[in-house]
Every structure is written in C-alpha cells, then in structure tokens.
C-alpha cells in the first residue's frame, strides 16, 4: 500500500531496499522529546493566529502529551515504514485523536522541523557539555590547589626541559577546557535560532507566527531566512567542532596519564575504580578508561569530516543527503560527554606520588638553565657565553653520571673561575620552580593565584 502522508500521488508502495535505505527512524527516534515540543508550540501558534481551531490545537496538545508518555514509557511502536520520526509521532497522534491530527502539519514541512528537532538536540547536548567541562575542571583544580608546590619534570621533546610544579600542569588543562568551555558558549548563542515556519523551504501563505514559536521553544529569534533555516548545518558542524577541539585536549591528557601511570614513570596512581586488571598477568593495572578516551577521540574528530563531507556538495536547499548529519553528531555526543565524564573520574580519584614526580624532576640536568641564568646574574656572562659555560658543566656530569648538584666547586672552577659556592643553592628544583614568579609561570605563588582566579570563575 502507498504512503498515508503522500499516497495521493502513489499508486504502489517502496521496495523493502527503498524503505532500508531511506529509513531513519532507528536512529532519529532519540529526537522523539524535541520533535513533539516543536509540534506543541506549533500547534499552540496555529490557534493562538486562528489557522485552526483551539478545539483542534487542543486535541492536537493532550494527543501530543499521550504521545510522548508512550514514548517514554517503551509502550510507543516504531514503525519503519512511516520513515522516521516526525511521521511516527504524526501517525500515531492521528490514532489518537482522528482528523484533528492531519491539520498540524499546516504552514510546516519536515525540513523545517528536522532543522527544529535536530537544533534543540544539539543544544541540550552543548548544556551537557557544558557542565561536564566545568565538573572535569573542578577537579582538576582540585588536584592543582594540593599540588601548587609538588614538583615534576616539565618536558619538551618529551626530554626533561625544566622543572615545573603539579599545580602549573593541571592548570594547563584548566586553560585548554577553559576555551573549550566558551567556544560551546559561543556555539550556543550562534546555532539558538529558530528554523521553525520556514516551512518546505520558501516560507508560507498562512499568517504564522514564527516569533511565538521561536520564543516558546528558547530560542532567541527565527532564522531570517528560510532558504537558510532548512539548510543549514553549520550548527550541527560547529557544535563537532567544538566537540573535536575539546577531544583533541581529552586525548592529550590521555596520552599523558597513560605515559605516567607506567611502571617507568610511575607519576600517577590511578583509582582501581578507573583501571582494569590483566586476566594473566596478575601484577597489571592497566588505565583502560584513559587509553579508550584517547581513541574513542578519533570517532569524533570522523563524525566532524564526515558531515563536512556529506554538506560541501549539496545545493541550496534540503537534500536527503542532510538525513545522514544525526548519526554522526550523536555518536559524537554520546562519546565526548563520556570520556568528559571518564576523565573527570580519573582525575578525581588519582593520586600524584610526589617522591617519583620529585626525583624526576631532578633527574636530567633539570636545573642546567637556572645554573645559566645564574652565571648571568651574577657573574654578568652574556647568556650564550652562559649556555656554553653550562653545556660543558653538563657534559662533565654526565662524563662522571652523576648531576649538576653533585659536582664539587673546584669542578665547576674548572669550567669558569668566577663560579662560587652559591651556585648551589639555584640547582635545586624547589628553588627553581619558586623563583619562576613571571606571570604565568611555575612558581607556586602564581599557580595559587590561578588556581583563585579560576574558582572565582567557575563559582
Ligand atoms: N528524516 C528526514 C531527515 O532527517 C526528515 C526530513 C525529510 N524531508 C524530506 N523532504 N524528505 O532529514
């Protein structure tokens, strides 16, 4: 039997492989709760401009809410012939509440509501997002305001550079999911337009309301133009955007707490609630949650170029194509809110052990650019004649493996004259990391005062 919503025009029917390929309600089913807030503010507009009877919106509203409670409640039957969602729940409400029902799609089409439906989804998930960023940086600042003053090696080229304290590092990734925190603020005030009314794509003769409907939904105004109201997906791209950058930084971290929690580390302990076990190797604690944010990361950054790959061809304005953007974007949700939650856990729960952090920041001629700086300072070298200095001071310590400390005076004489007992008292890494007081940088003073600005912040 034909289509019931366009069986005027068909005589037969679709293939079973028409209906597999065309289907979507297996997956936009998820949009159930923001397809029939869409149809009640729509029914509510088309009374409130006398389109249609407050009888018939009435209907149509309780029909709504029965709807819903079914969907809710597991009771509501899925059918893959009525497409997808916006069908299924027109359908069933013509069950419910008879003719009434077939006037609801009056001076509305799906483009205009799957644009709807699929904005208010997106946004939801950019408030989810929102608060799983602020709880992960929370406890990141958590772990920064115990730490402010422990110190640990800091890396370039994943050699020791200089050392730097716990504190500074979290804090380093409050900065990053900071950014992430306002650009989905910025994604959320930009995509906060309502598609609604733009009809099939030209508008509509019927006197809508489109500013009512807009309103009754949150957002901030209708789109302005309805060619671009069912067309656009930049919403949907920019919200994967966000979500890459901000998994890009997750990945990082991850691959980081992979690298400490190793044996040769050893920085970190993370919580046996966050690890796993080996079945064979009984001494393994493995960090499972960490290593599978850091590739689960790739199906977002996939979900970005594959929407992008699906919308650069499509002319103006909705193309079947544009079904294939939700998928995409809830696998994306689904594994960004979780790995935002996985890491917020780890970091929660793990455990700096500050003796390996402290022995590794001594380790590696750590301290060679204070003894530089020194030799600046105090004996007035210009730096380079300072670094050439230190490069020797560094390749005699390692001629005899032992560190910078350990060299006696008359070594250090032995490369410059000027040198004096209190060379000593910079190659320490606590002295190191206190007197890097510039803005921004290692000192504990400075991460304490970061760590104060944030919690302002965050509230
Ligand atoms: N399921 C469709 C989608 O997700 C709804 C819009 C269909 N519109 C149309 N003209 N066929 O894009």
Not at 51 to 70: C, P, Q
Not at 270 to 299: H, V, W, Y
Not at 407 to 433: E, W
Request: charged share 20%.
């Amino acid at each position: 039997t034909s289509n019931q919503m366009w069986g005027g025009r068909f005589a037969a029917g679709p293939d079973a492989i028409m209906e597999a390929i065309n289907a979507s309600i297996g997956f936009d089913k998820r949009m159930a709760e923001q397809d029939i807030a869409g149809s009640r503010a729509h029914a509510a507009m088309l009374a409130a401009t006398g389109i249609v009877k407050s009888s018939d919106a009435e209907a149509m509203r309780e029909g709504l809410l029965t709807v819903l409670s079914e969907i809710e409640g597991g009771t509501f039957e899925f059918s893959t012939a009525l497409e997808d969602i916006h069908m299924n729940v027109e359908a069933r409400l013509k069950e419910i509440v008879g003719p009434a029902a077939g006037r609801l799609h009056t001076g509305r089409s799906r483009n205009d509501q799957v644009a709807t439906d699929f904005r208010l989804w997106v946004r939801d998930q950019l408030d989810a997002a929102e608060k799983g960023l602020e709880a992960l940086m929370q406890a990141l600042l958590g772990q920064a305001e115990a730490g402010a003053d422990w110190v640990m090696p800091g890396f370039t080229h994943l050699q020791t550079a200089q050392p730097v304290t716990w504190g500074h590092h979290m804090m380093a990734y409050v900065e990053m999911f900071g950014r992430d925190l306002s650009r989905v603020r910025d994604a959320r005030k930009r995509m906060n337009e309502s598609p609604l009314g733009a009809a099939a794509l030209a508008g509509t003769s019927f006197p809508i309301d489109r500013h009512m409907t807009a309103e009754a939904l949150g957002f901030d105004r209708p789109m302005a133009n309805s060619l671009d109201a069912v067309s656009a997906r930049d919403f949907a791209l920019e919200f994967l955007s966000v979500a890459s950058i901000s998994a890009m930084h997750l990945s990082r971290f991850a691959e980081e707490l992979v690298i400490w929690s190793s044996a040769q580390f050893r920085f970190v302990t993370l919580s046996d609630r966050f690890s796993t076990g080996s079945s064979i190797m009984p001494q393994k604690k493995n960090p499972d949650a960490a290593e599978l944010i850091r590739a689960k990361i790739g199906r977002i950054f996939g979900a970005n170029v594959a929407l992008m790959m699906v919308m650069k061809g499509l002319p103006l304005a909705y193309s079947k194509d544009m079904q294939e953007d939700k998928e995409q974007v809830f696998d994306a949700a689904d594994n960004w809110m979780l790995a935002l939650a996985a890491m917020e856990g780890m970091v929660r729960d793990m455990t700096a052990n500050r003796p390996s952090l402290e022995a590794a920041a001594a380790s590696g001629f750590s301290t060679a650019t204070d003894l530089a700086d020194w030799l600046v300072r105090e004996l007035d070298l210009p730096f380079r004649d300072a670094h050439h200095v230190t490069g020797a001071l560094v390749a005699m310590a390692e001629g005899k493996d032992c560190d910078l400390p350990d060299l006696t005076l008359a070594d250090m004489q032995s490369v410059h004259a000027g040198i004096t007992q209190a060379v000593f008292d910079v190659l320490g890494v606590h002295n190191s990391v206190s007197s890097r007081t510039s803005y921004g940088g290692t000192a504990p003073v400075q991460v304490r005062a970061q760590v104060a600005r944030w919690k302002e912040v965050l509230g």
